[in-house]
C-alpha cells in the first residue's frame, strides 16, 4: 500500500522534466520515457517527493541544459525529422524551438515512471524505498503505478489533448495504451528498418505512437532510420 506522502506525488506530475502540456486550443506534442535513467538514492527521492508535483514543471532552463543528455539528443533528432527537417539539424533545431525549455511552446516531457531507477530489473529496489513509499517491492510499486498512476496519466490526456504523444519502449506498449489511449485498444503496426512502429489515435483525437527506445543497440539509434519514422510520423500527423 502506498504511503500517504508518495501517493500524493505518484499522482502528481513526479516523473515530468516539463515544458509547455499545451491545451485543446493549442496542442503540443508530448514525449513520455520509462523513467529517469540514472537511478534515484534514498536521499534524493525524499528530495523530489517534497516537490510541489500539483501543476505541470516548466522545463529545462535553456536549451544546452536539454542537449546534455544522450536521451534528448536522439529525441530531438526525430522531434526535427517529424518537423520536416532532417536529424543532422537536431542541434539547431533544439536552439530554435527549445523542447522542453521553460518560456518555450509545443513540446512536453515526461515518464511512465516517477522513480528512476540504473535499469529496469526488479531488484533495483533499495531496501529504504520501502519505507519511504510504503511498497515491499519494486512489483508492488509497478502494480500500483498500472492502478493508480496511469488512469490519472490518462486524464492529463483527455484534458490537455495533445496533439501528437511520442512514448520510446516498445516493450512497454501496454503501459502506454494504458497512460494515453485505451488498455484493450488494438494499434496499428508498421516495421521501418526491422524497427517497429505502433500507433493509433485516442478518443481525444491525439495520435499515440510508440517506437523502440533510442539509446540502445537493439533500438532506433541509426540516422538513417529515425528520419524515416519521424517523416511518417509526419504523415501521420498530416493524415
Not at 90 to 115: C, H, R, T, W
Not at 158 to 163: E, G, L, V
Request: hydrophobic share 35%; charged share 25%.
Amino acid at each position: 500500500m502506498a504511503s500517504e506522502e508518495f501517493e500524493k506525488w505518484g499522482l502528481g506530475y513526479s516523473g515530468c522534466d516539463g515544458g509547455d502540456i499545451g491545451s485543446p486550443s493549442a496542442p503540443s506534442t508530448w514525449v513520455c520515457g520509462i523513467e529517469w535513467g540514472g537511478g534515484h538514492t534514498p536521499e534524493l527521492l525524499r528530495t523530489h517527493m517534497a516537490e510541489n508535483v500539483e501543476s505541470p514543471p516548466k522545463g529545462y532552463d535553456s536549451w544546452e541544459e536539454n542537449t546534455a543528455y544522450i536521451f534528448n539528443w536522439q529525441v530531438m533528432k526525430i522531434l526535427a525529422a517529424i518537423n520536416g527537417g532532417t536529424v543532422s539539424e537536431y542541434s539547431g533545431f533544439a536552439k530554435q524551438e527549445k523542447p522542453f525549455v521553460d518560456g518555450s511552446n509545443g513540446y512536453f516531457k515526461m515518464n511512465l515512471y516517477p522513480i528512476g531507477f540504473k535499469d529496469t530489473k526488479n531488484d533495483r529496489w533499495h531496501d529504504d524505498f520501502s519505507g519511504i513509499t510504503g511498497f515491499q517491492s519494486k512489483a508492488d510499486y509497478l502494480s500500483w503505478c498500472s492502478e493508480s498512476r496511469f488512469p490519472e496519466m490518462r486524464k492529463w490526456a483527455a484534458k490537455f489533448k495533445p496533439k501528437l504523444v511520442l512514448c520510446l519502449g516498445k516493450t512497454y506498449l501496454d503501459d502506454f495504451k494504458a497512460a494515453f489511449h485505451e488498455p484493450e485498444a488494438t494499434l496499428h503496426h508498421e516495421v521501418i528498418d526491422d524497427r517497429d512502429l505502433f500507433w493509433g489515435k485516442n478518443a481525444e483525437g491525439s495520435l499515440v505512437v510508440v517506437i523502440p527506445f533510442m539509446v540502445n543497440r537493439h533500438g532506433l539509434v541509426k540516422n538513417s532510420s529515425i528520419q524515416k519514422f519521424g517523416e511518417r510520423i509526419s504523415q501521420l500527423l498530416a493524415g
